[in-house]
């Protein structure tokens, strides 16, 4: 069982900036950030797994980074010009895997409680 445990998330104005962290309880392959906006399905936005190899959806390319410290097992999302559409709660998710695991597309089984991102004009 891992547990997770996000932070960082806030208010600010469109063009800001955040930077947000998830500490997991102990080692774990794939590392991802979701979010939820009100009355919208959850999207992944960002992917990393233990290895480094990282993917990005196209709505935040350019303008989000992920990376993670393997070592105190947390992973951060750096997120510049931040827009009104980003708002939502921002949850990272975990999962077990190994380096034929794309971690896009694996099942996610573990979860944070969230943190909720707000972007105004």
């Known amino acids: 069982q891992v547990q997770l445990m996000e932070s960082g998330g806030g208010s600010v104005q469109a063009g800001g900036s955040l930077n947000l962290s998830c500490v997991a309880s102990g080692p774990i392959y794939c590392m991802g950030w979701f979010r939820q906006a009100p009355g919208k399905e959850r999207e992944g936005i960002a992917h990393?797994?233990?290895?480094?190899?990282?993917m990005y959806t196209e709505s935040v390319k350019g303008r989000f980074t992920i990376s993670r410290d393997n070592a105190k097992h947390t992973l951060y999302l750096q997120m510049n010009n931040l827009k009104p559409e980003d708002t939502a709660m921002y949850y990272c998710?975990?999962?077990?895997?190994?380096?034929?695991?794309?971690?896009?597309?694996?099942?996610?089984?573990?979860w944070g409680r969230g943190t909720q991102v707000t972007v105004s004009l």
């Open positions: 990393m797994d233990s290895a480094g190899d990282y």
């Open positions: 998710a975990a999962a077990p895997g190994t380096p034929t695991t794309w971690c896009p597309l694996v099942n996610y089984n573990y």
